[in-house]
């Protein structure tokens, strides 16, 4: 039988009567209290499951769902782990596994991370040589190089992400820790969901196995199976990226490691004055280890112990740059010096390397090949001669040759001068097999591991994307050219270059209109799939005439260019535009007033071109792809829909279509003017006054030799003629006699590529000539070479030439000089089916 409530709960019985009724009148407000064993259980718990008897009626008394015990974190003693003891199971994860390098700064970071979080058992359990593997593994994924650093932010990035999976010594994994498909992702801040639109790669739900080549995300790239096959990425646009020149990763090359690294330091428009000095030594360090790697600069072992002449591996004389601190002291000996040409405080000429500086003199001198190239103080040349001390420092010691500011004593005579020989791309990043097949065959050395601009290495991604490229570009036109063979070399692939565009010449705006009106007569699907618009937007600094109208002005020739534009949607709908700008643009040229501004320039202003992309909006909901979108998504949260858009980049910029598959130049500078005024004038290898006896008649086997791989006869010229409709094709170059004189414009256009390339650099002029920001200098390098560039340059003719498997084009001016009613540009093929690789035409219309 059950107690009352008052029975069941003792309560002390109080002395006085009055406190005892007043207790007893309290108690009978207290509310009665079940035992705790009756009290009423939550009927609607979170995580409810069904009753053990519910055919019996039975309350609703769900089980517990049964819980882990929550193991408690095991204690790790950490220890002094040196170095050297952990350097043989280091060496066989990275090197002989990974085929990574590891400095001893990486192996000493290493060795104190596992000794802290991996303790004594960290040999006995295997603990270090798991945190080794995933630590390749994940410098691998974020193309870190052949060698691991360890001041590298890399390095320290993927330690830290380790430290926080951690426990017990173990790397934790699943849902809360590192998972192993997340590793597969190049950027390990992007989506795998958006990671097809970044590269092309898409991560695979599982992986049965965990090899190097599988964490590298490169176990799936050799199939062909495995490539997308979903609407969205149909278009080539999907993989066209247009990289800002401050956004390009910052490289310096490594002379001791011999190795491209990343700047560590954080860039700025106003840098102190070491980072000047630090633009000329990288730039003389990338040309110096590029002239190494050439056959004409290795000695063969043999012909040296036999005490023999040096020759190279192909039987060709082997040449030896000697510093120019080493001519101290060999008065009447031949050099061959490499440096850079500067200008002395006493205006005389002379020639620097990172050993000294000594004056020359070039009264004698020819270049090698015959005027081929222009020579400016700021490039770095080779030059073949003869050193020659001064009269009265001729007997005087080592002491009394050296002069100001590292200048040595006398004079160097040049005899030979010529740009340093190019490099291909192929060669560079040590990869063959580039003509669209899809196989990466590495050759040997090169820098195929660096991602030089942002969107993937060549041998991480290159093969993957060749196979995108030729299911995307390739293969619909070879199955177009089998049924039609007139349309081989159109379609999507086709980039239109526009040269100087003046909006403020009405001219300029009808020639435009032409040029669209003919490539929007393509059937859809056809259209081509960028365009390249480039300034001088206007033909003066207008903004810089001391005007309040000046800005007022310069956006009202952006509307009429809007308004040209907005005629023609089925391209804003279906194409990309880029917009490079030139000098005369706002907002730098407000104070340059149209003179030479700093490399790389920003683009125009959002002010001044919002009705453009109002135009671009406006094509874009016409056709029904505004709202299209928001409904059609992909399986990783992708647009099926590829929306027209216009991109206001900078000067100069690059295209990467495919990753690194297509990387395309685009830099809008008068060069050719500015290399005739600031040139070295050299003595003709014709000229009458050598009379047999001038440097003419020097060896050649002891000059610089350096030709044998690029002849000027290999470069394909396609230069437009002034006064001639017709263009003259490759084949006709090619089949031209040896003996006839070149055309002018080709000889200036293949002077311009020659010096450009050669040099491996957009400004290779002094810093008064062409200022250069000294922190983004990297973004002006032309190493590896391009797989095509747009210079744009009204005072040279326009052409399209191929130089050592780069394809150069400049479609100069849309308007044709003493030509009225003609537009002239430029239509580039990616694919180049035609050729075998992508190559240009200038093209002409009349209007």
């Not at 990671?195 to 790239?221: K, Y």
């Not at 101290?328 to 061959?336: A, D, I, P, T």
């Not at 047999?692 to 610089?704: F, K, L």
């Not at 008064?768 to 590896?784: C, F, K, N, Q």
Request: charge should be neutral; aromatic fraction near 6%; include cysteine.
């Amino acid at each position: 039988m059950m107690s009352s409530p008052r029975k069941s709960s003792p309560q002390k019985t109080p002395r006085n009567p009055e406190d005892r009724d007043r207790g007893d009148k309290a108690s009978r407000r207290v509310k009665p209290l079940a035992p705790p064993f009756f009290a009423q259980k939550n009927a609607q718990p979170s995580n409810a499951i069904p009753s053990s008897s519910p055919a019996f009626a039975t309350p609703a008394h769900p089980l517990k769902p049964f819980s882990a015990p929550i193991p408690s974190k095991s204690v790790v003693l950490p220890i002094i782990l040196p170095p050297p003891t952990l350097r043989p199971l280091a060496f066989r994860t990275f090197t002989k596994k990974h085929g990574l390098t590891l400095a001893s700064s990486a192996l000493q970071e290493l060795a104190t991370f596992i000794g802290r979080h991996c303790g004594a058992e960290w040999r006995e359990a295997g603990l270090a040589e798991k945190v080794l593997e995933e630590v390749a593994r994940s410098w691998k994924n974020r193309n870190g190089g052949v060698i691991v650093d360890g001041s590298s932010p890399e390095l320290k990035d993927i330690l830290k992400t380790l430290e926080g999976n951690m426990s017990g010594g173990r790397i934790v994994t699943g849902p809360n820790g590192i998972s192993r498909q997340n590793s597969l992702l190049l950027d390990p801040n992007q989506e795998s969901g958006n990671l097809s639109i970044q590269l092309g790669l898409r991560p695979t739900p599982s992986l049965s196995r965990e090899d190097s080549q599988a964490s590298f995300g490169m176990s799936a790239l050799s199939t062909a199976d495995d490539l997308p096959e979903d609407e969205s990425l149909s278009d080539a646009r999907k993989w066209l990226k247009v990289i800002n020149a401050f956004d390009q990763p910052r490289l310096v090359y490594n002379v001791d490691k011999k190795h491209f690294e990343r700047d560590p330091s954080k860039p700025s428009l106003l840098p102190p004055a070491s980072h000047k000095t630090g633009v000329f030594r990288s730039r003389f360090d990338i040309i110096h280890q590029r002239l190494l790697r050439s056959e004409s600069f290795q000695t063969s072992a043999v012909t040296v112990a036999r005490g023999a002449r040096s020759k190279g591996p192909g039987g060709m004389p082997s040449h030896k740059i000697t510093p120019i601190a080493n001519l101290l002291g060999r008065h009447g000996s031949n050099h061959l010096l490499l440096g850079m040409l500067v200008v002395l405080p006493t205006g005389n000429l002379a020639i620097s390397d990172l050993t000294g500086t000594i004056a020359l003199d070039l009264a004698q001198a020819v270049s090698i090949p015959h005027d081929s190239a222009w020579f400016t103080p700021g490039m770095i040349v080779l030059v073949d001669g003869i050193y020659e001390e001064e009269e009265e420092h001729t007997g005087r010691g080592l002491a009394g040759s050296h002069g100001v500011g590292g200048t040595i004593g006398g004079r160097f005579q040049g005899f030979f001068i010529g740009q340093p020989p190019c490099e291909k791309r192929k060669v560079t990043l040590g990869v063959t097999g580039l003509d669209g097949d899809g196989a990466n065959h590495t050759i040997g050395g090169g820098f195929g591991w660096i991602d030089f601009i942002g969107v993937g290495s060549e041998r991480a991604v290159g093969s993957r994307m060749r196979k995108l490229e030729h299911r995307i570009l390739r293969q619909p036109l070879l199955n177009d050219a089998a049924s039609t063979p007139s349309t081989l070399g159109g379609g999507r692939s086709r980039v239109i270059i526009i040269g100087e565009l003046n909006l403020d010449k009405p001219r300029a705006i009808q020639a435009l209109k032409k040029i669209l009106a003919l490539y929007a007569a393509d059937p859809e699907g056809t259209t081509p799939m960028t365009f390249i618009l480039v300034g001088n937007f206007t033909t003066h600094a207008i903004m810089a005439r001391g005007v309040t109208g000046g800005s007022i002005e310069y956006k009202e020739y952006f509307d009429s260019l809007a308004a040209a534009l907005s005629d023609y949607p089925t391209l804003l709908a279906s194409s990309t535009f880029v917009f490079v700008p030139g000098d005369n643009d706002g907002w730098i040229s407000s104070f340059t007033a149209g003179a030479a501004v700093p490399l790389p320039r920003k683009p125009v202003p959002d002010l001044f071109t919002s009705r453009i992309r109002r135009a671009f909006a406006a094509a874009n909901v016409e056709k029904g792809l505004a709202t299209a979108t928001k409904e059609a998504q992909g399986p990783g949260g992708g647009e099926n829909v590829v929306k027209g858009e216009a991109i206001w980049t900078t000067n100069p910029s690059r295209i990467s279509v495919f990753g690194p598959v297509n990387e395309i130049v685009v830099f809008r500078d008068d060069a050719t003017a500015r290399l005739r005024r600031s040139s070295v004038r050299l003595k003709g290898m014709g000229d009458e006054n050598n009379g047999g006896d001038g440097p003419a008649d020097v060896e050649m086997s002891g000059a610089i030799d350096l030709t044998s791989d690029q002849q000027d006869d290999e470069m394909e010229v396609d230069v437009g003629d002034a006064s001639n409709d017709t263009n003259q094709s490759p084949e006709a170059a090619a089949a031209a006699p040896q003996n006839e004189a070149l055309p002018y414009d080709t000889m200036i256009a293949r002077k311009l590529v020659k010096t450009l390339l050669d040099q491996g650099h957009l400004a290779p002029f002094k810093q008064t000539t062409r200022p250069v920001h000294w922190d983004y200098a990297s973004s002006l390098y032309l190493y590896p070479l391009p797989t095509a560039m747009v210079l744009v340059d009204t005072t040279a003719p326009p052409f399209c030439i191929t130089y050592e498997g780069c394809h150069v084009m400049n479609p100069s001016s849309i308007l044709v000089p003493g030509r009225k009613g003609i537009a002239r540009w430029v239509e580039y093929d990616i694919v180049g089916l035609e050729r075998g690789s992508g190559f240009g035409k200038v093209r002409e219309c009349m209007f």
